[in-house]
């Protein structure tokens, strides 16, 4: 995964994540060397191996390098491997690293060459320092579990070795045909062992100096809430498809919506989303009308979901106890979490972002995006809606492709919101239940979203039955009652608005992220992972868990889609994750050169990546952009078919 705080943006095709918002240098004679944007969070750590957050992820994929990466088209091609080939049984996969990586200080001085033994470092260090993404290899490295569970003590008997210095080999527990889509996950990146015995516990921490680079930039600084600067790396392996020199990151709190637009417009930026609400857009409209640019959605899916077991109330408008127990059992009655679903108008709230023009074009409907797979020649989403009728009338025949919104109907809301206030007011829950919904104070148009949705939502039950609390917070309290908290304890709200970008490309990517064993994005529901606690039965997720187990097991891609297709069913009904956005789909004037950056829809390496990035002088008209996506996309299928006929040349 990366957890994702916030949305919006893309670039050439390529959506940049984790609240980093961006834009391009276009300062005139160096406009096609300097590359400078605006971000939004900072990372709370440099530390790869340990942290699985978009903010640290984001950074590090332009730092350091991993075996495989993305090609334009989304391919997965060797990047620190040179080649690689796997064992019929699917079950071993032997990468041989290329003799020109190596291993630099933030200042340019080389320091190792990239060996095997980094790469069996690496994983070392992540299963002993309990990794946030554990869950992403520890079933699919051999011996790993037993490792991480302590009954071995010994690293020699997990499934990675350094053959020798050249080549590294992993077996796993079970065929993966996606395991190259891991292994441009972070947690499966080297890390030179000297260097990390070295540092200790200051690994990773928020400088440049803290980590090592092979990748194709090299951190210049870090300022907090100032200040992010990279510089090309003029000794990468890979010199030669890095097009821009420098890199400039700085701190955008979003309360100046018309920033990027007017910097754009006086030539400092050569990228700039827009937002149509804004007090100036019109005049911006006017002036590059034949410019703005909607870029396509990504796989980045968002999500509206419940506190099931809300420990932490410093940030709430509740006066009572018996208001905190209400809201308790309110969220855990399905009829309620679905009342709310049908009476949620998505529309409007894209509007809040997109404006008018756009309020559709970045909605999504299902957790797993409805393309990411294709079923016996029927897309993801059109088998899920097949599923629906299983699970009663209100789910007939409902459309769950992207850009449209198939849920927001008040009659459905009410009947449903009228069978749930029956069976909460039998067990002595007091109206209206407040929903406290936590916003940063800065970003305005995440306050205009979430009002949004609080009127919709409220004109449509009642505010006699439902009120929706907004708590404007500042960033640090924001970001640690939610994005940020270590535990689910911490967790302070009762509704809250997340993202997951996927790490590999397979569904259980996304619906393994609420299993009770191992779930990333269960602490967002107030649980912790490893306890199957009374709330989690309550809602059904032990059941959910089990029929992940059982689908995991299967190994025919056809029939192991098909189940996954039956659990995203399973957790549309259940209103657990209430789907609502996704990354691009924004609009934008932009001087960077469509479809010229790698693309992705899994892992790291063709998201937030600017390696192969190219810039222009000119600014993008929308006729330029559309022919390009047109010839990108022929382009992208013959290329992913050919990827695909290829990859029987790997199985040894």
Not at 208 to 233: A, D
Not at 341 to 347: G, H, I, S
Request: proline share 4%.
């Amino acid at each position: 995964m990366k957890k994702s705080k916030a949305k919006y943006l893309t670039l050439a095709g390529v959506v940049l994540s984790a609240g980093i918002l961006l834009s391009a240098c276009g300062n005139s004679a160096s406009s096609s060397k300097t590359y400078s944007y605006v971000y939004s969070s900072d990372p709370s750590s440099l530390n790869y191996l340990a942290e699985n957050r978009a903010t640290t992820n984001d950074i590090v994929t332009n730092l350091v390098d991993g075996l495989m990466e993305n090609d334009q088209y989304g391919n997965y091609v060797p990047s620190l491997a040179e080649d690689w080939t796997v064992s019929k049984d699917g079950l071993t996969y032997t990468y041989k690293l290329r003799k020109d990586a190596k291993w630099y200080t933030y200042e340019g001085e080389e320091y190792a060459p990239v060996t095997a033994q980094d790469f069996v470092t690496g994983l070392k260090y992540a299963a002993d320092k309990k990794s946030e993404a554990l869950y992403l290899v520890q079933d699919s490295v051999a011996g790993l579990d037993d490792y991480i569970n302590g009954k071995t003590t010994d690293f020699s008997t997990v499934g990675v070795k350094a053959i020798d210095d050249q080549t590294v080999q992993y077996t796993l527990t079970r065929p993966e045909p996606y395991w190259n889509s891991k292994t441009t996950s972070t947690i499966l990146f080297p890390v030179n062992g000297d260097f990390l015995k070295s540092k200790g516990d200051d690994f990773g921490k928020v400088d440049p100096s803290n980590i090592l680079y092979n990748g194709p930039f090299l951190m210049k600084s870090f300022v907090s809430k100032s200040v992010i600067e990279y510089k090309k790396n003029p000794n990468y392996w890979d010199a030669k498809n890095v097009f821009v020199d420098d890199v400039k990151l700085t701190y955008y709190d979003g309360s100046d919506q018309d920033a990027l637009a007017r910097n754009f417009t006086e030539g400092v930026y050569s990228y700039a989303r827009l937002y149509p609400n804004s007090s100036s857009f019109e005049g911006i409209k006017e002036k590059n009308k034949d410019n703005i640019i909607y870029s396509i959605q990504d796989a980045t899916s968002y999500f509206l979901n419940f506190n099931l077991d809300r420990k932490s109330y410093n940030f709430t408008s509740k006066t009572t106890d018996i208001e905190k127990k209400s809201t308790q059992e309110a969220v855990l009655n399905k009829n309620f979490r679905q009342a709310i679903n049908f009476a949620y108008n998505r529309t409007a709230y894209g509007a809040q972002s997109q404006g008018e023009d756009g309020a559709t074009k970045i909605l999504r409907n299902l957790v797993v995006p409805p393309t990411f797979v294709t079923i016996n020649g029927k897309e993801f989403g059109d088998v899920v809606s097949s599923k629906m009728v299983n699970y009663g009338q209100e789910w007939q025949g409902i459309n769950f492709a992207d850009a449209q919104d198939p849920y927001y109907n008040p009659e459905k809301a009410k009947a449903k919101f009228a069978e749930a206030k029956k069976e909460l007011e039998a067990k002595g829950v007091q109206f209206p239940i407040h929903l406290d919904k936590t916003v940063e104070m800065t970003n305005k148009t995440e306050i205009q979203e979430i009002s949004s949705m609080k009127q919709s939502i409220e004109s449509v039950l009642g505010t006699d039955n439902i009120v929706i609390d907004i708590q404007q917070l500042s960033t640090d309290d924001y970001d640690n009652s939610g994005y940020l908290a270590q535990t689910a304890a911490q967790k302070d709200y009762d509704f809250y608005n997340g993202g997951w970008s996927p790490d590999y490309q397979d569904p259980s990517t996304y619906l393994d992220i609420f299993s009770v064993k191992s779930g990333g994005m269960l602490q967002n529901l107030g649980l912790e992972p490893g306890e199957v606690n009374d709330k989690a039965k309550a809602v059904g997720l032990d059941t959910y868990t089990e029929m992940l187990e059982e689908a995991n097991k299967e190994q025919d891609p056809a029939k192991r889609y098909e189940k996954y297709a039956e659990i995203q069913a399973w957790l549309v009904d259940s209103a657990l994750a209430i789907p609502n956005v996704s990354k691009g789909g924004t609009p934008s004037l932009r001087k960077t050169v469509p479809f010229s950056a790698p693309y992705s829809l899994a892992g790291n390496k063709g998201v937030e990546s600017y390696k192969y990035l190219k810039l222009q002088d000119k600014t993008v008209t929308t006729a330029e952009y559309e022919k390009a996506k047109e010839k990108w996309l022929k382009e992208k299928e013959e290329s992913n078919k050919k990827a695909q006929e290829e990859l029987a040349k790997h199985v040894k």
